[in-house]
């Protein structure tokens, strides 16, 4: 790999924009606003605002949304998930899973969920 290749890779890396284009173009989805431009620039004001703690920072789900995720992922409504399973709700939410370190038997119940 070029040196140049691997210093954008790090970059990116670094600054974790990957994942904040994912929760943007999800936040679009989400709420569909007939002016998409506008929009992102009131996220892109309101993260920077939270960063600052100046403001909330913006969330795709509410706390509601969350508990029905969680209710539809633990189907047998047995209190709590498997780590594969919530390894994949983290990604669909757009949130990395690089520091997760969770065994294959541990259970994650709707209290860890929403944390």
Do not use: C, W
Request: aromatic residues 6%; glycine residues 6%; without cysteine.
């Amino acid at each position: 790999m070029a040196a140049g290749e691997e210093e954008s890779r790090e970059y990116l890396r670094q600054h974790r924009l990957p994942e904040l284009l994912h929760r943007l173009g999800a936040l679009l989805l989400f709420h569909r606003p007939e002016r998409p431009r506008e929009f992102l620039i009131q996220v892109l004001e309101r993260v920077k605002a939270g960063r600052r703690a100046e403001g909330e920072y913006p969330f795709l789900m509410d706390e509601a949304n969350v508990e029905a995720m969680f209710s539809l992922l633990d189907v047998l409504g047995q209190g709590s998930i498997r780590p594969a399973q919530y390894r994949e709700a983290l990604k669909t939410l757009g949130l990395s899973t690089e520091d997760l370190e969770l065994k294959d038997d541990e259970e994650i119940t709707l209290h860890e969920f929403k944390e």
